[in-house]
Nanobody, 114 residues
Framework: QVQVVESGGGLVQPGGSLTLSCAAS????????MGWYRQAPGKQRELVAT???????TYADSVKGRFTISRGNAKNTVNLQMNSLQPEDTAVYYC????????WGEGTQVTVQS
């Protein structure tokens, strides 16, 4: 059974940076696609960024130029480097791993405030 675990959330001031990490364990296969979603209080969950097994990336317009998604060196790992964070980036961030079925992590809280 695939398990997805995120780490790296926390509290940061506006303009600051955080790096989220995620690992999907329990599969001997490489995940086709890994990504990050986020959900702010009172809002729908939204896609932040994705990366394919061969490194192709997509980003939400709201994070382009500020966030960078990358596959880690270890199999089925992904990182999200977040720079120039703003209060509107405050949300629970969820990692996903996809190989036909989409697996979700439980989320990690990112709070951006002074």
């Amino acid at each position: 059974q695939v398990q997805v675990v995120e780490s790296g959330g926390g509290l940061v001031q506006p303009g600051g940076s955080l790096t989220l990490s995620c690992a999907a364990s329990g599969s001997i296969f490489n995940m086709y696609l890994m990504g990050w979603y986020r959900q702010a209080p009172g809002k729908q969950r939204e896609l932040v960024a994705t990366v394919t097994a061969n490194g192709r990336t997509t980003y939400a317009d709201s994070v382009k130029g500020r966030f960078t998604i990358s596959r880690g060196n270890a199999k089925n790992t992904v990182n999200l480097q977040m720079n120039s964070l703003q209060p509107e980036d405050t949300a629970v961030y969820y990692c996903t791993a996809n190989r036909g079925t989409t697996y979700w992590g439980e989320g990690t809280q990112v709070t951006v405030q002074s």
